[in-house]
């Protein structure tokens, strides 16, 4: 592939720890601290945002934002709060919704693909399209979404042993978007990624993401709100275009079917398409429709397909973990045969394998909200218009919350080990109202993947010392993770 040699590049000013504690692990009582930048002073994370334009949010963070419950941010014009308390995180995202809505920050850089949807959405509109869009996310849907991830990993398989076959470097991030946007494919439209409106959807959805514009500190620093800043022509042009696209396999869905059609089973459009507002018997326009299924193929592919890239990436280091996730695999009776989603259940270790990725490498780092009336917080006073800040990354790796927070330890979320976690600072899906709808749906998605990918391959991860974490519109590495697949031969 032509971008991994580019890929292959290490950051050019990369705030490195000294070294990764117990890279490529075979002994168990050996720590592995995988990849993070290292916190610094404050004035050194205000130089760095001054100097190094586009330089990205988490490498700004000083060393005092994983230690305080709550932290004013830099010297902005607009006032940041970070706020790490748990207690005070469940008032924000809980209790007091109303009173700190969603971000313009997050908003506008959306807009143009989502519009007003449910991601970004607040208050009665907000309310409507979660009452009519939580059905599609229910139990008996992710029964009937699992068949569809089951084909999407069959189909992988064949390319993976391809890939295996032939040696080929290959970036991990691409990998597991591919295999994730077939899932998202699938589970919508009931239709494979391989058609060829499918891929110009995914090939718009990477162009999107390469070229939206990102919560870059420096534009904070000089008093920008997100939505002033305009985004780049090539961002509201692959939005547009994906809009097209979707809106045609919209229309298409509707006449083959009318709004209670679709395949045998149904799938999430057919579910949009028939939804009606229990309260006003309403249903979601042809806009509202392209708005979501927009919000479902970004927030459902881009984010499972980064937690899978790093979680693959520290097994990659880490034999010892790999070892014993077959042995439970093979356990449950994950022999060659496909995984059912019983045997899903029950395969605790590769959950909490993945929970841990989630915990490390959350794929949204910050969730921005805005304050509505002036306030505090303990003593730390903030106007009306404030920006709040909910950091996933830093308060699952606060000092004062969890035991070891930069050393992977899947073991940590096992029954017995609660005083070494603090569940409440676990956000990587939020929490309160505006929960992720696709958690569960993710979860069962994720430990699928993880289970047929380890069952079968071994990973070369070709430049670890490269790999290095960065806040895009997810939590991605900053120049790519290049892997190779190999068949594992059990002997
Ligand atoms: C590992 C995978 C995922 C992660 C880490 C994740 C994370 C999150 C987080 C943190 C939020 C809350 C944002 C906020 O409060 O501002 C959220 C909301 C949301 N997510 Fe996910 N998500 C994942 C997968 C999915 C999937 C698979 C779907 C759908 C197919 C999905 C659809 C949504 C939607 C629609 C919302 C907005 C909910 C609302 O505001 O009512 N997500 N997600």
Not at 99 to 126: I, Q, T
């Amino acid at each position: 592939m032509s971008d991994v040699a580019t890929e292959l590049r290490p950051p050019s000013d990369a705030v490195r720890p000294p070294r990764t504690a117990g890279a490529h692990n075979e002994d168990p009582a050996q720590d592995y601290r995988p990849p993070a930048p290292v916190p610094t002073t404050p004035t050194r994370a205000l130089l760095r945002g001054f100097f190094s334009r586009g330089r990205d949010m988490l490498s700004l963070m000083p060393e005092q934002a994983y230690r305080d419950r709550v932290m004013k941010v830099g010297r902005t014009r607009r006032t940041i709060i970070l706020v790490n308390d748990p207690e005070i995180v469940r008032r924000l995202m809980s209790d007091d919704v109303e009173e700190f809505p969603k971000n313009d920050l997050m908003s506008g850089a959306l807009r143009p693909l989502v519009g007003d949807s449910v991601f970004v959405s607040d208050g009665a509109a907000w309310r409507r399209q979660r009452r009519m869009i939580d059905p599609a996310f229910g139990h008996i849907r992710i029964d009937r979404s699992f068949l569809a991830m089951q084909a999407a990993v069959d189909a992988y398989q064949n390319r993976l042993d391809d890939l295996a076959g032939t040696g080929a470097t290959v970036s991990l991030e691409h990998e597991m978007s591919h295999v994730t946007a077939d899932v998202i494919c699938r589970t919508i439209f009931s239709r494979s990624l391989e058609s060829e409106e499918a891929q110009e959807v995914f090939r718009s959805f990477t162009q999107f993401q390469g070229s939206v514009a990102n919560l870059q500190l420096g534009r904070l620093l000089f008093g920008k709100a997100w939505a002033e800043v305009e985004q780049p022509p090539a961002a509201v042009d692959s939005a547009r275009r994906i809009r097209h696209l979707l809106g045609g396999m919209i229309d298409r869905r509707i006449e083959e079917g009318g709004p209670e059609g679709g395949p045998e089973g149904g799938d999430i459009a057919g579910d949009l398409i028939a939804a009606i507002d229990p309260d006003d018997g309403s249903r979601f326009s042809r806009d509202e429709l392209i708005d979501q299924i927009g919000v479902f193929f970004l927030a459902g592919h881009d984010t499972t397909a980064g937690a899978l890239a790093w979680c693959l990436f520290m097994l990659s280091q880490q034999p010892q973990i790999v070892r014993r996730m077959r042995a439970e695999i093979a356990a449950v009776g994950g022999s060659e045969a496909t995984i059912g989603l019983a045997q899903i259940k029950k395969m605790s270790f590769v959950r909490h394998v993945f929970r841990e990725a989630l915990r490390l490498y959350p794929p949204l780092a910050f969730i921005p909200r805005v304050a509505q009336t002036e306030g505090h917080f303990l003593d730390t006073r903030f106007p009306r218009g404030a920006m709040i800040l909910i950091s996933p990354w830093i308060m699952q790796r606060h000092r004062a919350l969890w035991r070891k927070p930069d050393i992977f330890d899947p073991d940590r979320f096992a029954p017995g080990r609660e005083k070494d976690r603090c569940d409440a600072a676990f956000l990587a899906f939020g929490q309160g109202p505006r929960v992720c709808i696709g958690a569960a749906f993710a979860t069962i998605e994720a430990s699928l993947i993880l289970a047929r990918i380890v069952r079968r391959y071994d990973i070369e991860a070709l430049a670890p010392e490269t790999v290095w974490p960065a806040s895009r519109l997810t939590t991605r590495s900053v120049s790519g993770i290049p892997v190779r697949f190999r068949r594992f031969v059990d002997r």
